[in-house]
Protein backbone atom coordinates (compact mmCIF):
# COMPACT_ATOMS: atom_id res chain seq x y z
CA UNK A 1 0.00 0.00 0.00
CA UNK A 2 1.50 3.52 -1.17
CA UNK A 3 1.16 6.01 1.37
CA UNK A 4 -0.65 9.55 0.41
CA UNK A 5 2.22 11.92 -0.97
CA UNK A 6 2.19 15.50 -1.26
CA UNK A 7 2.27 17.05 -4.94
CA UNK A 8 5.75 17.90 -4.33
CA UNK A 9 7.98 16.67 -1.44
CA UNK A 10 10.46 18.93 -0.51
CA UNK A 11 14.28 17.98 -0.91
CA UNK A 12 16.99 18.16 1.38
CA UNK A 13 20.23 19.17 0.71
CA UNK A 14 21.20 15.71 -0.60
CA UNK A 15 18.55 15.49 -2.99
CA UNK A 16 19.85 18.84 -4.61
CA UNK A 17 23.46 17.93 -4.18
CA UNK A 18 22.63 14.55 -5.82
CA UNK A 19 20.61 16.78 -9.31
CA UNK A 20 22.91 19.73 -9.43
CA UNK A 21 26.65 18.18 -8.97
CA UNK A 22 26.34 15.16 -10.04
CA UNK A 23 24.89 16.22 -13.36
CA UNK A 24 24.92 18.74 -16.36
CA UNK A 25 26.21 19.64 -19.39
CA UNK A 26 29.98 20.18 -19.80
CA UNK A 27 31.29 22.36 -22.53
CA UNK A 28 35.08 22.59 -24.11
CA UNK A 29 36.79 25.51 -23.68
CA UNK A 30 38.79 27.24 -20.83
CA UNK A 31 37.07 26.12 -17.65
CA UNK A 32 39.20 27.33 -14.66
CA UNK A 33 37.67 25.83 -11.97
CA UNK A 34 38.31 21.46 -12.84
CA UNK A 35 35.42 19.48 -13.07
CA UNK A 36 37.36 17.20 -11.21
CA UNK A 37 37.65 19.05 -8.18
CA UNK A 38 33.87 20.19 -7.90
CA UNK A 39 33.25 16.12 -8.05
CA UNK A 40 35.40 15.65 -5.54
CA UNK A 41 34.27 17.46 -2.54
CA UNK A 42 30.68 16.47 -3.98
CA UNK A 43 31.72 13.06 -2.80
CA UNK A 44 32.99 13.58 0.37
CA UNK A 45 30.54 15.66 1.43
CA UNK A 46 27.58 13.46 -0.50
CA UNK A 47 29.54 10.26 2.41
CA UNK A 48 28.65 12.93 5.45
CA UNK A 49 25.24 14.01 3.69
CA UNK A 50 24.11 10.85 3.51
CA UNK A 51 25.57 9.47 7.03
CA UNK A 52 23.24 12.39 8.32
CA UNK A 53 19.85 11.50 6.87
CA UNK A 54 20.40 7.87 7.60
CA UNK A 55 20.58 8.98 11.33
CA UNK A 56 17.60 11.66 11.03
CA UNK A 57 15.45 9.01 8.81
CA UNK A 58 16.53 6.01 11.63
CA UNK A 59 15.15 8.75 14.87
CA UNK A 60 12.66 9.95 12.79
CA UNK A 61 10.51 7.84 10.51
CA UNK A 62 9.59 10.48 8.03
CA UNK A 63 11.55 10.32 4.71
CA UNK A 64 12.50 13.13 2.71
CA UNK A 65 11.80 16.60 5.06
CA UNK A 66 14.61 19.41 5.35
CA UNK A 67 14.76 23.33 5.07
CA UNK A 68 15.47 23.66 1.20
CA UNK A 69 13.21 24.42 -1.14
CA UNK A 70 12.64 22.26 -4.17
CA UNK A 71 12.90 23.72 -7.70
CA UNK A 72 9.04 24.83 -8.02
CA UNK A 73 7.39 24.05 -5.25
CA UNK B 1 22.95 46.79 -21.69
CA UNK B 2 26.54 46.48 -20.74
CA UNK B 3 27.52 46.62 -17.03
CA UNK B 4 31.15 46.83 -15.68
CA UNK B 5 31.57 43.41 -14.83
CA UNK B 6 31.49 42.47 -18.12
CA UNK B 7 34.95 43.42 -18.87
CA UNK B 8 36.97 40.30 -19.33
CA UNK B 9 40.43 39.38 -17.57
CA UNK B 10 41.50 41.52 -14.55
CA UNK B 11 40.11 38.51 -12.40
CA UNK B 12 36.40 38.51 -13.86
CA UNK B 13 35.37 34.83 -14.63
CA UNK B 14 31.88 33.88 -16.67
CA UNK B 15 30.01 31.12 -14.19
CA UNK B 16 27.23 29.16 -16.54
CA UNK B 17 24.64 28.27 -15.68
CA UNK B 18 23.38 26.12 -18.77
CA UNK B 19 22.24 27.29 -22.63
CA UNK B 20 19.22 28.16 -23.67
CA UNK B 21 17.41 28.87 -27.01
CA UNK B 22 18.09 32.59 -28.21
CA UNK B 23 14.92 33.96 -26.95
CA UNK B 24 14.55 36.68 -29.67
CA UNK B 25 16.75 39.53 -30.54
CA UNK B 26 19.46 40.78 -28.28
CA UNK B 27 22.27 41.98 -27.79
CA UNK B 28 25.18 40.55 -26.49
CA UNK B 29 25.93 41.18 -22.59
CA UNK B 30 22.18 41.34 -22.62
CA UNK B 31 20.83 41.33 -18.81
CA UNK B 32 18.20 38.35 -18.41
CA UNK B 33 15.12 40.35 -16.36
CA UNK B 34 12.97 38.25 -13.99
CA UNK B 35 15.81 35.98 -12.40
CA UNK B 36 16.78 36.19 -8.55
CA UNK B 37 20.04 37.55 -9.86
CA UNK B 38 19.92 40.80 -11.13
CA UNK B 39 23.51 40.57 -12.78
CA UNK B 40 22.26 37.44 -14.62
CA UNK B 41 23.50 38.15 -18.70
CA UNK B 42 23.94 35.72 -21.83
CA UNK B 43 26.10 34.91 -24.75
CA UNK B 44 24.80 34.79 -28.13
CA UNK B 45 25.74 32.56 -30.42
CA UNK B 46 23.58 31.68 -33.07
CA UNK B 47 20.35 30.69 -32.12
CA UNK B 48 22.01 29.58 -29.03
CA UNK B 49 22.33 31.55 -25.83
CA UNK B 50 24.49 30.91 -22.76
CA UNK B 51 23.19 31.87 -19.12
CA UNK B 52 26.08 33.70 -17.54
CA UNK B 53 27.08 35.31 -14.94
CA UNK B 54 30.58 37.58 -13.84
CA UNK B 55 32.10 36.52 -10.98
CA UNK B 56 35.42 36.95 -9.58
CA UNK B 57 37.74 34.21 -10.30
CA UNK B 58 38.71 34.17 -6.60
CA UNK B 59 35.91 33.09 -4.93
CA UNK B 60 36.24 29.64 -7.02
CA UNK B 61 39.83 28.83 -6.80
CA UNK B 62 40.23 25.62 -6.19
CA UNK B 63 41.41 25.50 -3.11
CA UNK B 64 39.14 28.35 -1.48
CA UNK B 65 36.65 25.69 -2.75
CA UNK B 66 37.76 22.63 -1.38
CA UNK B 67 38.33 24.84 2.17
CA UNK B 68 34.76 26.30 2.02
CA UNK B 69 33.04 23.01 0.72
CA UNK B 70 33.33 22.08 4.58
CA UNK B 71 30.84 24.82 5.61
CA UNK B 72 27.75 23.46 4.54
CA UNK B 73 26.02 26.26 4.86
CA UNK B 74 28.27 28.05 1.95
CA UNK B 75 27.47 25.08 0.25
CA UNK B 76 23.78 24.97 0.51
CA UNK B 77 23.51 28.99 -0.59
CA UNK B 78 25.91 28.17 -3.84
CA UNK B 79 23.86 25.08 -5.18
CA UNK B 80 20.61 26.41 -4.09
CA UNK B 81 21.76 30.14 -6.00
CA UNK B 82 23.06 28.05 -8.76
CA UNK B 83 19.37 25.81 -9.16
CA UNK B 84 17.38 28.83 -8.40
CA UNK B 85 18.89 30.92 -11.88
CA UNK B 86 18.58 27.37 -13.92
CA UNK B 87 14.79 26.41 -12.17
CA UNK B 88 13.50 29.95 -12.72
CA UNK B 89 14.43 29.37 -16.48
CA UNK B 90 13.01 26.15 -17.00
CA UNK B 91 9.62 27.39 -15.58
CA UNK B 92 9.27 29.33 -19.23
CA UNK B 93 11.69 27.95 -21.58
CA UNK B 94 13.53 24.75 -21.95
CA UNK B 95 17.21 25.19 -20.24
CA UNK B 96 20.09 22.67 -20.58
CA UNK B 97 21.76 22.90 -17.11
CA UNK B 98 25.52 23.35 -16.78
CA UNK B 99 27.80 21.24 -14.59
CA UNK B 100 27.70 23.03 -11.40
CA UNK B 101 31.43 25.38 -11.34
CA UNK B 102 31.61 25.44 -15.13
CA UNK B 103 33.68 28.95 -14.98
CA UNK B 104 35.25 30.44 -18.19
CA UNK B 105 37.71 32.91 -18.51
CA UNK B 106 36.04 35.05 -21.17
CA UNK B 107 32.15 35.38 -23.02
CA UNK B 108 34.73 34.27 -25.89
CA UNK B 109 35.29 31.16 -24.77
CA UNK B 110 31.90 30.75 -24.03
CA UNK B 111 30.57 31.69 -27.38
CA UNK B 112 33.31 29.14 -29.05
CA UNK B 113 31.77 26.60 -26.30
CA UNK B 114 28.87 27.07 -27.74
CA UNK B 115 29.38 27.34 -31.29
CA UNK B 116 31.67 24.59 -31.17
CA UNK B 117 28.73 21.99 -30.00
CA UNK B 118 25.82 23.77 -31.40
CA UNK B 119 24.57 20.84 -33.42
CA UNK B 120 24.27 18.41 -30.15
CA UNK B 121 23.49 21.55 -27.87
CA UNK B 122 20.36 22.46 -30.18
CA UNK B 123 19.52 18.27 -30.76
CA UNK B 124 19.50 18.08 -26.68
CA UNK B 125 17.47 21.38 -26.11
CA UNK B 126 14.62 20.38 -28.74
CA UNK B 127 14.38 16.54 -26.44
CA UNK B 128 13.99 18.88 -23.30
CA UNK B 129 11.18 21.08 -24.59
CA UNK B 130 8.35 20.75 -22.05
CA UNK B 131 9.94 18.41 -20.09
CA UNK B 132 10.96 17.66 -15.76
CA UNK B 133 12.86 15.74 -13.94
CA UNK B 134 11.54 13.41 -11.26
CA UNK B 135 13.60 11.80 -9.05
CA UNK B 136 12.49 8.71 -7.50
CA UNK B 137 13.18 6.42 -4.60
CA UNK B 138 11.41 3.56 -3.63
CA UNK B 139 11.98 1.47 -0.94
CA UNK B 140 10.91 -2.09 0.14
CA UNK B 141 10.76 -3.53 3.60
CA UNK B 142 12.95 -6.49 4.23
CA UNK B 143 10.24 -8.90 4.87
CA UNK B 144 8.93 -8.12 1.35
CA UNK B 145 12.41 -8.26 -0.32
CA UNK B 146 12.53 -12.16 1.97
CA UNK B 147 9.46 -13.21 0.87
CA UNK B 148 10.48 -12.82 -2.61
CA UNK B 149 13.48 -14.48 -2.62
CA UNK B 150 12.54 -17.54 -0.91
CA UNK B 151 9.90 -18.05 -3.20
CA UNK B 152 12.21 -19.14 -5.80
CA UNK B 153 11.84 -22.88 -7.00
CA UNK B 154 15.16 -23.90 -5.90
CA UNK B 155 14.85 -22.72 -2.15
CA UNK B 156 10.92 -24.34 -1.90
CA UNK B 157 12.63 -27.82 -3.03
CA UNK B 158 15.43 -27.40 0.02
CA UNK B 159 13.11 -26.61 1.96
CA UNK B 160 10.95 -30.03 1.37
CA UNK B 161 14.64 -31.45 1.34
CA UNK B 162 15.53 -30.45 4.88
CA UNK B 163 12.36 -31.36 6.12
CA UNK B 164 12.16 -34.74 5.08
CA UNK B 165 16.20 -35.07 6.16
CA UNK B 166 17.90 -36.82 8.94
CA UNK B 167 19.10 -34.36 11.34
CA UNK B 168 22.83 -34.51 9.91
CA UNK B 169 21.73 -33.86 6.74
CA UNK B 170 19.24 -31.67 7.62
CA UNK B 171 22.08 -28.83 8.91
CA UNK B 172 23.98 -29.33 5.90
CA UNK B 173 20.81 -28.82 3.58
CA UNK B 174 20.10 -25.60 5.91
CA UNK B 175 23.19 -24.12 4.95
CA UNK B 176 23.32 -24.83 1.37
CA UNK B 177 19.68 -23.07 1.94
CA UNK B 178 21.23 -20.09 3.39
CA UNK B 179 23.77 -19.17 0.69
CA UNK B 180 20.73 -19.64 -2.01
CA UNK B 181 18.77 -17.28 -0.59
CA UNK B 182 21.37 -14.52 0.04
CA UNK B 183 22.16 -14.66 -3.35
CA UNK B 184 18.26 -14.96 -3.99
CA UNK B 185 18.06 -11.43 -1.80
CA UNK B 186 20.04 -9.36 -3.97
CA UNK B 187 18.57 -10.62 -7.09
CA UNK B 188 14.88 -10.03 -5.08
CA UNK B 189 15.86 -6.22 -4.75
CA UNK B 190 17.19 -6.38 -8.58
CA UNK B 191 13.86 -7.17 -9.95
CA UNK B 192 11.71 -5.08 -7.42
CA UNK B 193 13.69 -2.31 -8.46
CA UNK B 194 13.26 -3.37 -12.31
CA UNK B 195 9.27 -3.75 -11.95
CA UNK B 196 9.39 -0.36 -10.33
CA UNK B 197 11.58 1.12 -12.85
CA UNK B 198 9.64 -0.20 -15.98
CA UNK B 199 6.19 0.90 -14.44
CA UNK B 200 7.16 4.75 -14.10
CA UNK B 201 9.01 5.08 -17.26
CA UNK B 202 5.88 4.59 -19.02
CA UNK B 203 5.27 8.18 -18.29
CA UNK B 204 8.80 9.41 -19.08
CA UNK B 205 10.47 10.18 -22.38
CA UNK B 206 14.12 9.13 -20.96
CA UNK B 207 14.98 7.65 -17.42
CA UNK B 208 18.37 7.43 -16.07
CA UNK B 209 18.48 4.44 -13.39
CA UNK B 210 21.33 4.91 -10.05
CA UNK B 211 23.08 2.69 -7.26
CA UNK B 212 20.55 2.49 -4.90
CA UNK B 213 21.21 0.53 -1.31
CA UNK B 214 19.90 -0.20 2.10
CA UNK B 215 17.91 2.47 4.06
CA UNK B 216 17.49 0.98 7.79
CA UNK B 217 14.97 -1.65 8.15
CA UNK B 218 14.07 -1.08 4.47
CA UNK B 219 15.82 -1.50 1.24
CA UNK B 220 16.28 1.38 -1.25
CA UNK B 221 15.00 -0.89 -4.91
CA UNK B 222 15.29 1.85 -6.89
CA UNK B 223 16.76 5.21 -7.37
CA UNK B 224 16.00 6.94 -10.60
CA UNK B 225 15.53 9.99 -12.50
CA UNK B 226 12.69 10.29 -15.19
CA UNK B 227 12.01 13.13 -17.80
CA UNK B 228 8.65 13.57 -18.11
CA UNK B 229 6.58 15.66 -20.49
CA UNK B 230 4.17 18.06 -19.01
CA UNK B 231 1.36 16.57 -20.43
CA UNK B 232 2.06 13.17 -19.00
CA UNK B 233 2.35 13.82 -15.47
CA UNK B 234 -0.49 13.29 -14.00
CA UNK B 235 -0.13 9.95 -14.74
CA UNK B 236 3.55 9.44 -14.04
CA UNK B 237 2.34 10.98 -10.72
CA UNK B 238 -0.48 8.96 -10.48
CA UNK B 239 1.18 5.90 -10.94
CA UNK B 240 4.49 6.63 -8.31
CA UNK B 241 1.19 7.15 -5.86
CA UNK B 242 -0.32 3.39 -6.48
CA UNK B 243 3.19 2.10 -7.25
CA UNK B 244 2.09 -0.10 -3.93
CA UNK B 245 -1.45 -1.29 -5.19
CA UNK B 246 0.36 -3.24 -8.48
CA UNK B 247 3.81 -4.07 -6.96
CA UNK B 248 3.12 -4.91 -3.40
CA UNK B 249 5.35 -3.97 -0.91
CA UNK B 250 6.84 -0.81 -2.42
CA UNK B 251 6.82 2.94 -1.32
CA UNK B 252 7.84 5.68 -3.70
CA UNK B 253 9.20 8.90 -2.47
CA UNK B 254 10.39 11.57 -5.32
CA UNK B 255 11.59 15.46 -5.41
CA UNK B 256 10.42 17.47 -8.25
CA UNK B 257 9.67 19.22 -11.29
CA UNK B 258 13.44 19.66 -11.35
CA UNK B 259 15.07 20.78 -14.65
CA UNK B 260 16.73 18.31 -16.37
CA UNK B 261 20.05 17.91 -14.84
CA UNK B 262 20.10 14.04 -15.58
CA UNK B 263 19.41 14.55 -19.08
CA UNK B 264 21.60 17.59 -20.01
CA UNK B 265 24.42 14.85 -21.05
CA UNK B 266 25.59 15.02 -24.41
CA UNK B 267 25.65 12.06 -26.09
CA UNK B 268 29.31 10.13 -26.57
CA UNK B 269 31.60 11.74 -28.94
CA UNK B 270 30.14 15.13 -29.68
CA UNK B 271 32.45 17.88 -29.77
Redesign the interface.
Known sequence: MTEPLPASQRATLLDLLDRVIDHGVVLAGNVTITVADVDLIYLELRVLLAAAERLTSLSRKSDVTHDVEVARD | MTSDASTDGAGR?WY?Y??VRRPGPQGQGRRVVGLPLPEIESVEQGDLAAVVRPVA?SE???DV??RR?ED?AW??SV??G??DVI?AI??NSAI???????????RD??A???E??QDT?RQ?LDSLEGMD?W?VRVRAPRSAIDERASQAGAIRELEAEVAAATPGRAYFLQRQMERHLAARIDGAVAELGQLAYEDLARFAAESEANPSGA??DEVEVLKAAFLVSRQDVEGF?AA??????RIPG??????????P??F???PEGA?
Open positions: GLGVLFDPVRAVLEVQHNAHELPAKFGSIYACDVAALGALREAVGLLHTLGDLTASYTGPWPYSATLP
